[in-house]
């Protein structure tokens, strides 16, 4: 069945940076997007990052531009997404998903990892 599974996640100083990945399996990851998205304590969950199957279309929230960047390595069946220059209000929950397409812009997702919970505090 459709697997995904997060990791990387953790606590790291304001300023620091680590890097998510999502291991798909189930599927074959080369024809579907894959979104990154985040639940604050408290708050609603928020989509921050997008990627198309062949990378060609990235979407970034406007908050992590210029701090975080998604990959993928189709071979390894794995998703990144690379976060530097943290920040408290980064603060969250992250989960991947897969998306309905191998598109963004259809924004559809059918499946849901677990999470992994980055902490940003001194």
């Known amino acids: 069945q459709v697997q995904l599974v997060e990791s990387g996640g953790g606590q790291v100083q304001p300023g620091g940076s680590l890097r998510l990945s999502c291991a798909a399996s189930g599927f074959t990851l080369d024809y579907y997007a894959i979104g990154w998205f985040r639940q604050a304590p408290g708050k609603e969950r928020e989509a921050v990052s997008c990627?198309?199957?062949?990378?060609?279309?990235?979407y970034y929230e406007d908050s992590v531009k210029g701090r975080f960047t998604v990959s993928r390595d189709n071979a390894k069946s794995t998703v990144y997404l690379q976060m530097t220059s943290l920040k408290p209000k980064d603060t969250a929950d992250y989960y991947c998903?897969?998306?309905?397409?191998?598109?963004?812009?259809?924004?559809?997702?059918?499946?849901w990892g677990q999470g992994t919970l980055v902490t940003v505090s001194p």
């Open positions: 990627i198309s199957s062949s990378s060609v279309s990235i």
């Open positions: 998903a897969k998306g309905g397409t191998s598109f963004c812009s259809t924004d559809i997702y059918t499946h």
